[in-house]
């Protein structure tokens, strides 16, 4: 899709909160112009009243995730003419969490289950004693390595089918967020991080469906690391752990 | 559930279904020979009178169904309702025992004339 050619998207966006309707507002094309590019130029230019988040403009603070065309992204970093449809582009809040208004979700239940998985640094008792000696090719390093860079988008949380059939289920990033803990050496809390995600709601919930790791736009693996939670809970299960 | 119950009950699946992904293989495999071969159903009953083998078989197939099935239908009603908790159990345990209980009846009935 190239946006040159054409003169305007046609965008819907929603407004209202839990109840609400998508409005249509016309915003002229430029080039390389990122979704969240457009939905500031309808709040400066057409409506000052739409609200929506956003910080960092550059894929840092995981703040302006937004659905767009169906599909939970983050919005400074996609460029609107690689998801729209013709000129149609359809913006609505992320799913699975309660609208505040417009396009902007109130993420307590997100950042909640992040303290419910653990998802607190503990420190060891002697851990200010010295530096951690961790190489940076150990397994548990490059594991946690891998899962890190998670922004808390939201996103993820969004496309999770299992957190959309159990609003109870603790979600990818609340697990990935622990699974950097588990294998953080440094951490003191381990054994209680594990009994916390291995609740009724917590890693066994999760069908491995992937929608996560599809989405995430760190391109992390989530799912990967829940399948991590599993095994290390069921190797506490073999210890005798609770 | 505890949470020692929901890692237990997560290994139970997996291993429950790594039997039922032979046992199945081997079902339905013996099927296909019965059929290929052309025995009658007097036939095959006759052949798993008395056989210890088939009798052990089935039995650790119904075993593993009985285990595995109720779990993921506990893990399905608690997405697809309200239902949740203790009575979810309950009804989950007394599906496994319905299940292994109508499945033995079975093995026992072909196996040993019971």
Known sequence: ?242 | MSRAGEARLWLAQRISAGILGVAVVVHLGTIIYAAHVGFSAAAIISRLHDNLLFATFYFVFVAAAAVHAPIGLRAVIAEMTAWRGRSLNVAAVAFALLLFALGAHAVLLLTAGV
């Open chain 1, 1 to 242: 899709m190239d946006s040159r050619v054409l003169q305007t998207w046609e965008l819907s966006l929603w407004r209202g909160t839990e109840e609400g309707r998508f409005a249509s507002y016309q915003v002229p094309c430029r080039e390389r112009q990122t979704v969240l590019d457009v939905v500031t130029y309808v709040q400066r230019h057409i409506d000052a009243s739409v609200s929506y988040r956003f910080a960092c403009r550059v894929g840092m603070c995981g703040s302006c995730a937004m659905t767009v065309n169906g599909v939970p992204r983050w919005t400074c970093r996609t460029r609107i003419a690689e998801v729209a449809q013709g000129n149609r582009i359809a913006i609505a809040p992320l799913s699975h969490l309660p609208v505040i208004k417009d396009l902007v979700c109130d993420m307590s239940v997100f950042f909640e289950k992040w303290t419910t998985a653990g998802g607190a640094f503990v420190p060891t008792p002697g851990a200010t004693d010295n530096f951690a000696h961790i190489p940076p090719d150990h397994a548990a390093r490059r594991a946690a390595d891998a899962a890190i860079e998670c922004i808390g988008c939201g996103v993820c949380y969004a496309g999770c089918d299992v957190v959309g059939w159990r609003p109870e289920y603790l979600g990818p990033a609340a697990l990935n967020r622990a699974w950097t803990l588990v294998n953080d050496a440094r951490d003191g809390a381990g054994a209680e991080r594990i009994a916390a995600v291995a609740g009724d709601a917590g890693c066994h919930a999760c069908h491995s469906q992937q929608n996560c790791t599809r989405h995430c736009p760190k391109h992390l693996n989530p799912a990967a690391s829940i399948a991590g939670l599993k095994r290390r809970a069921a190797a506490a299960l073999w210890r005798g752990g609770s």
